[in-house]
């Protein structure tokens, strides 16, 4: 792969985002990918824009320096610049780090190219901009990170409580991706005894380690200055130091350590202490417990994933400065304590690799490849998005019943068929379900122009008393062109259905409707969309298959379609049944539909000629009949009312398929 990295912030200032960048990069190349690190200039005389140096190609554009906090540098390039940057290197992913100003620019540019983006949440500007008391500022900062996530590809959250937040931001596509840790570097056989006695010598040492700026809260540990015997190390440098230094007194300030020298002072603390509560993660925190140093936290936001309570660390209450001193009393007075959680909190962290980490987030590279296709397809802007569900293990099954309408009947899919008569995709995914399956029945009780009450009412309940084990539901896209419909009160509905065929063990398998790709239909994006998302919940919660046809952009695809413009072709129908029987598990199902298309997509009869009398023979029928109140449907019957044998053949599914 090639990746660019695109970041908010990085070297020579050194803080959790360009760490994370830096180790990514790292492993990236050591997995053989080709890596883009593109971030603000900030100044730094050992490398220039474009050089290749040992942390990978990198581009730093001009930025300027942050009111109040110099060290942290803000690019905001132009789209088209940052485009031109992403052209040049032709990535195959975009990653934003910490994505906010620079990180914006960099979505749009990507937006612009077609590429996958794949956000990493790392800080919370939300908490930054309460925290600082800018008038006004909490609700832009709100709007602007869920306008970020929610264009990107794929959104990593660290912790749980990052997770929840973005959530309730209306954020999908959330995946959880915490944070390595060089077990190798911090490791308790660094402590030195020698370094404590320049620090404190005799005395228990309490330690933080982190940036010194409002957000960090490090005020808050002026509860501990004073206590007998135990002494305060602040580790780290920023806006803050000159006043924190006032504000604890007798507290020892080491300014900024880095690589073996931090690693040596923070296995050399007896307790560790972290008062923040907007970290999103807190890799110090994590770095302390690869050290065997047993951790006091707040018990807010990353932190709460990483400290369990009473067994390598506490967390305290939020804002309990009184329940802060007495935790870290508990530990401090206590050795043999102290060697307990310090053992638990190193094993806490083995598992926690950068190498397992950086494999994980080349699983995300690949997943968000996979989904941009369907972003690109997706018209109902700011609504959930479909997902790309992994196939699960495929199941045998003997009794099968189709339920639906036209689609479902078939209507349109000639292909080797007696005229007047249809095949579809729910008869092409029988076949495939018979395979291997001993004695295989099959019933199809869909009829042309059926709605969601024909479901509720006819369909549904004659499905169960022919006692199947698996039923598909592919059922509302005539409620949801019909004037006034409701898509949450049509899900409903069909949630019911569902749940009394999951009641029976039989399986569901539940289709969402789709629209072909015509202006005349946009008018019904939304509603397609609202039902649809009320589909993969009803699917999530009774724990039905789902075959979500927002993540299969071909279906929009023109050629899909038959002559009438509204109904699937022969081929339309070979692919939503290929995707069917993926969506089930069935083994091999889309390299033999890819085979079945490649052996049918350029026979002439494969796809209908355009009617140039559309109007005549299509449109104005429909017309009459809904004036005269009647529908296409009327007085037609089940093609397979009751259950038949599919006979299991020999030959590959792509002959037997046309």
């Known amino acids: 792969m090639r990746i660019a990295l695109v970041a908010e912030s990085f070297l020579p200032h050194m803080n959790g985002v360009t760490h994370s960048v830096l180790q990514m990069v790292r492993h990236l190349e050591r997995r053989g990918h080709d890596t883009l690190v593109i971030a603000p200039d900030a100044g730094a005389r050992d490398h220039s824009p474009g050089q290749r140096t040992a942390r990978g190609d990198t581009v730093l554009l001009p930025s300027m320096p942050m009111p109040s906090y110099p060290d942290v540098?803000?690019?905001?390039?132009?789209?088209?610049?940052?485009?031109?940057?992403?052209?040049?290197?032709?990535?195959?992913?975009?990653?934003?780090?910490?994505?906010?100003?620079?990180?914006?620019?960099?979505?749009?540019?990507?937006?612009?190219?077609?590429?996958?983006?794949?956000?990493?949440?790392q800080t919370d500007m939300i908490a930054y901009a309460e925290r600082y008391g800018l008038p006004g500022a909490v609700p832009l900062a709100t709007a602007h990170v869920a306008r970020v996530h929610?264009?990107?590809?794929?959104?990593?959250?660290?912790?749980?409580?990052?997770?929840?937040?973005?959530?309730?931001?209306?954020?999908?596509?959330?995946?959880?991706?915490?944070?390595?840790?060089?077990?190798?570097?911090?490791?308790?056989?660094?402590?030195?005894?020698?370094?404590?006695?320049?620090?404190?010598?005799?005395?228990?040492?309490?330690?933080?380690?982190?940036?010194?700026?409002?957000?960090?809260?490090?005020?808050?540990?002026?509860?501990?200055c004073g206590l007998p015997g135990l002494r305060l190390v602040i580790i780290g440098d920023g806006p803050e130091r000159e006043r924190l230094a006032?504000?604890?007194?007798?507290?020892?300030?080491?300014?900024?350590?880095?690589?073996?020298?931090?690693?040596?002072?923070?296995?050399?603390?007896?307790?560790?202490?972290?008062?923040?509560?907007?970290?999103?993660?807190?890799?110090?925190?994590?770095?302390?417990?690869?050290?065997?140093?047993?951790?006091?936290?707040?018990?807010?936001?990353?932190?709460?994933?990483?400290?369990?309570?009473?067994?390598d660390g506490w967390l305290y209450r939020p804002g309990d400065l009184d329940d802060l001193r007495e935790r870290v009393l508990d530990l401090a007075g206590d050795d043999a304590k102290r060697?307990?959680?310090?053992?638990?909190?190193?094993?806490?962290?083995?598992?926690?690799?950068?190498?397992?980490?950086?494999?994980?987030?080349?699983?995300?590279?690949?997943?968000?490849?996979r989904l941009r296709p369907v972003d690109d397809a997706w018209r109902a802007r700011g609504m959930t998005r479909p997902e790309r569900v992994e196939p699960p293990r495929p199941r045998a099954w003997k009794r099968y019943v189709a339920l639906g309408d036209s689609l479902t009947e078939g209507l349109c899919d000639t292909s080797r068929m007696q005229n007047g008569a249809y095949r579809g995709w729910a008869d092409r995914l029988s076949t495939m379900l018979a395979q291997g399956a001993g004695r295989f029945e099959y019933a199809n009780l869909a009829?042309?122009?059926?709605?969601?009450?024909?479901?509720?009412?006819?369909?549904?309940?004659?499905?169960?008393?022919?006692?199947?084990?698996?039923?598909?539901?592919?059922?509302?896209?005539?409620?949801?062109?019909?004037?006034?419909?409701?898509?949450?009160?049509?899900?409903?509905?069909?949630?019911?259905?569902?749940?009394?065929?999951?009641?029976?063990g039989a399986d569901v398998l539940l289709v969402t409707p789709f629209l072909p790709d015509r202006r005349a239909a946009r008018l019904f994006v939304r509603r397609f969309a609202l039902y649809a998302i009320e589909l993969r919940r009803i699917a999530a919660e009774t724990d039905s298959y789902l075959l979500d046809a927002a993540a299969l952009p071909a279906l929009g695809d023109r050629t899909m379609y038959a002559d009438d413009r509204v109904h699937l072709s022969s081929r339309g129908h070979r692919y939503l049944a290929y995707r069917a029987a993926e969506a089930l598990g069935i083994p091999d199902a889309e390299e033999l539909g890819r085979l079945d298309d490649t052996l049918h997509g350029s026979s002439p009869a494969a796809e209908p000629p355009v009617s140039t009398g559309w109007l005549?023979?299509?449109?104005?029928?429909?017309?009459?009949?809904?004036?005269?109140?009647?529908?296409?449907?009327?007085?037609?019957?089940?093609?397979?009312?009751?259950?038949?044998?599919?006979?299991?053949?020999?030959?590959?599914?792509?002959?037997?398929?046309?």
């Not at 598909?472 to 049509?490: I, Q």
Request: hydrophobic content about 40%; glycine content about 8%.
């Open 73 to 121: 540098r803000l690019a905001y390039p132009s789209t088209s610049r940052l485009a031109r940057v992403l052209r040049d290197f032709q990535p195959d992913v975009v990653h934003l780090a910490s994505p906010f100003a620079l990180g914006w620019k960099g979505q749009a540019a990507a937006d612009v190219l077609r590429l996958p983006t794949v956000a990493v949440y």
């Open 150 to 224: 929610r264009r990107a590809t794929l959104t990593l959250a660290p912790s749980s409580a990052s997770e929840a937040q973005l959530t309730a931001l209306g954020i999908d596509r959330l995946r959880r991706w915490g944070r390595g840790v060089d077990a190798e570097r911090f490791r308790p056989e660094r402590r030195s005894d020698a370094w404590r006695s320049r620090i404190a010598p005799g005395e228990t040492l309490v330690g933080y380690v982190g940036r010194l700026a409002t957000e960090k809260q490090v005020e808050d540990l002026r509860v501990l």
């Open 246 to 311: 006032k504000r604890l007194p007798g507290a020892v300030f080491t300014g900024f350590l880095g690589g073996e020298r931090l690693a040596r002072a923070l296995a050399s603390l007896d307790v560790f202490v972290h008062p923040g509560e907007s970290e999103t993660f807190c890799q110090t925190v994590q770095e302390a417990l690869a050290s065997g140093v047993p951790v006091v936290a707040t018990g807010r936001g990353g932190p709460v994933d990483l400290v369990r309570s009473s067994i």
């Open 339 to 369: 060697r307990s959680f310090g053992t638990a909190a190193r094993g806490s962290v083995a598992a926690r690799t950068w190498e397992s980490l950086g494999d994980r987030l080349l699983d995300y590279y690949r997943e968000a490849q």
């Open 447 to 504: 009829v042309r122009s059926r709605r969601v009450r024909d479901l509720v009412h006819e369909q549904a309940p004659q499905a169960l008393t022919m006692a199947p084990d698996l039923v598909s539901v592919f059922m509302g896209a005539n409620d949801l062109v019909s004037h006034g419909a409701e898509p949450v009160r049509l899900a409903a509905q069909v949630e019911q259905v569902v749940r009394d065929i999951r009641a029976t």
């Open 616 to 658: 005549r023979v299509h449109a104005l029928p429909w017309m009459w009949r809904r004036v005269r109140g009647r529908t296409a449907g009327d007085g037609v019957l089940p093609k397979h009312a009751d259950c038949i044998v599919i006979p299991i053949r020999d030959a590959p599914e792509s002959s037997k398929l046309g």
